[in-house]
């Protein structure tokens, strides 16, 4: 199969990442024996240095070419003062709105070696294994009017959180059908008491959930499922929820699993997939070699089941990176005090290493 892959690194520890998950999906695809294709192009802050432009055209057009993107990461403090279309986050925004890909996948699955990383105590924590439903083009991060206007000292800002039942119904599509591949139990978060937006949001959930008989439905506000995943992580399956709760609860699970640079992220519902781990840009250590490739070549993986539906060779990235991680390989952010830190080439390293070991002789 000829496997046809956008890279954007964007911006802080984002280059370093992806660097190491291309090099796991080269060795992927040489033992499957695939072909790969890849391009790299500018978004995000790196692109606003060159083309003061945060997702140029020809990055959008690369990236709808292809039938997947890899993406690291954007977001620079150097743009902080810029107005909001010249940030690099807008480049990410316009890109998903762009690519069409409405339903954020984000797995939280907790490594039995890293117990010793979780905050959470280990019996708590132990089985986690939690897929959060992100709605990802819709709510607050798009609505329309949005706006700061007034002079300073009285100015006034509006955001628009805004959702229609066909986006609704859509995003809880892909829910159900996730959960009727795992535990069957739902949980959709909303905050149904005070938000019209999430009134009709369960409204629509329940609707839906009519068609899925088998699934196990359940709703929760979201102040007290950020409680629940703290307190019982293990009685969560599939979450779904709209964007920006998503965006917040995916971070709190990175957190309870053991860092946030073990998540991986897929992005779908339009002609080509964006993958990217949830981690942001870091920032403060990029540059470093010490940040955690874990959660870009586990995107690589997704990106593998879902576009290319290479379920195999999914599931080859996913055990290696679970066997480097019994073996001791640990980045700074999960090495804790019993293990000397790896660099992110050398976490590459191993996983690659593992991928060598693991994939099929025959293939
Ligand atoms: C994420 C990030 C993005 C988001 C930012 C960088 C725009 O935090 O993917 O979770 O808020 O969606
Ligand atoms: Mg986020």
Redesign the pocket.
């Known amino acids: 199969m000829l496997l046809k892959i956008t890279v954007l690194p964007g911006d802080g520890i984002g280059p370093e990442v992806t660097e190491q998950a291309v090099l796991v999906l080269h060795s992927v695809a040489d033992a499957f024996g695939h072909r790969l294709q890849f391009q790299d192009k500018l978004i995000g802050g790196a692109a606003l240095t060159t083309s003061n432009d945060p997702l140029p055209p020809d990055t959008l057009q690369a990236c709808l070419a292809s039938s997947a993107v890899l993406l690291g990461?954007?977001?620079s403090p150097v743009f902080d003062h810029n107005p909001g279309h010249l940030r690099?986050?807008a480049g990410?925004?316009r890109l998903r709105r762009e690519l069409g890909v409405f339903a954020?996948l984000r797995p939280a699955v907790f490594f039995p070696a890293l117990e010793d990383c979780s905050p959470l105590r280990a019996e708590i924590v132990r089985g986690t294994d939690i897929m959060i439903v992100r709605e990802?083009l819709g709510g607050v991060?798009f609505g329309q009017p949005r706006s700061i206007e007034g002079s300073p000292g009285s100015r006034v800002a509006i955001n628009t959180m805004r959702y229609g039942e066909d986006e609704i119904e859509r995003i809880a599509r892909v829910a159900f059908d996730l959960a009727m591949k795992r535990k069957r139990k739902l949980l959709s978060v909303d905050k149904a008491n005070v938000l019209e937006c999430s009134r009709l949001w369960r409204e629509v959930v329940t609707r839906v959930g009519k068609d899925y008989p088998e699934v196990k439905l359940g709703h929760q506000y979201v102040d007290s499922a950020a409680t629940l995943l703290v307190q019982r992580p293990t009685e969560f399956d599939v979450v779904l929820t709209e964007?920006?709760f998503g965006?917040i609860l995916?971070?709190q699970a990175g957190g309870l699993v053991g860092s946030l640079g073990l998540l991986a992220?897929a992005s779908i519902g339009g002609p080509v997939g964006l993958y990217?781990p949830?981690h942001?840009s870091a920032p403060d250590i990029a540059g470093k070699g010490i940040a955690n490739p874990l959660g870009a070549i586990l995107s690589v993986a997704m990106m593998l089941r879902h576009t290319f539906h290479l379920e195999q060779e999914a599931a080859c990235i996913e055990n290696a990176v679970s066997s480097a991680l019994s073996h001791g390989a640990r980045t700074a952010d999960i090495a804790g005090k019993t293990h000397t830190a790896t660099s992110t080439p050398e976490m590459g390293g191993r996983v690659l290493e593992a991928v060598r070991t693991g994939a099929p002789a025959s293939a």
Do not use: F, K
């Open positions: 990461a954007v977001g690099p986050e990410l925004l954020n990802l991060y964007n920006m965006d995916s971070d992220s990217e949830v942001g």
